[in-house]
């Protein structure tokens, strides 16, 4: 129902920015919230941020506040991800995620039901 296109990834030196973005296709008007995981092969998939769709609200993993932040503009449909101050170990593929579902974790992976193909991320240090 819900189709997820990213976009922004690329290479930088560490310390520097990116933004990604993500625009939601298809119903995303009635979307609960929408998040970033961030994925190295061999390695289960990992919260990053989400935000609430209606209010806002914004939730970030321990190792990224302060440096990332989460935002939706609710009329076009879109998630950003501004990543300030990279370091070498952001270096992974990001997936942008979608749920329609209301719930007590933000952070769950198995709430959301829809991803992006993933934006790739390369830190040099």
């Known amino acids: 129902q819900v189709?997820?296109?990213?976009?922004?990834?690329?290479?930088v030196q560490a310390g520097a920015s990116l933004r990604l973005s993500c625009a939601a296709s298809g119903r995303p008007a009635s979307l609960y919230a929408m998040g970033w995981f961030r994925q190295?092969?061999?390695k289960e998939r990992e919260f990053v941020a989400a935000v609430s769709w209606s209010g806002g609200t914004t939730y970030y993993a321990d190792s990224v506040?302060?440096?990332?932040?989460?935002?939706?503009?609710?009329?076009k449909n879109t998630?950003?991800?501004q990543m300030n101050n990279l370091k070498p170990q952001d270096a992974t593929v990001y997936y942008?995620?979608?749920?329609?579902t209301y719930g007590r974790s933000w952070?769950?992976?198995?709430?959301?039901?829809?991803?992006g193909?993933?934006?790739q991320v390369?830190?040099?240090?």
Do not use: H, M
Request: overall charge positive; glycine content about 14%; some cysteine.
């Open 3 to 11: 189709a997820l296109v990213e976009s922004g990834g690329g290479s």
């Open 40 to 42: 190295t092969p061999g």
């Open 65 to 75: 506040k302060g440096r990332f932040t989460i935002s939706r503009d609710n009329a």
């Open 79 to 81: 998630v950003y991800l």
């Open 96 to 100: 942008c995620s979608a749920r329609r």
């Open 107 to 115: 952070s769950d992976k198995q709430y959301y039901g829809y991803w």
């Open 117 to 119: 193909q993933g934006a």
């Open 122 to 125: 390369t830190v040099s240090s």
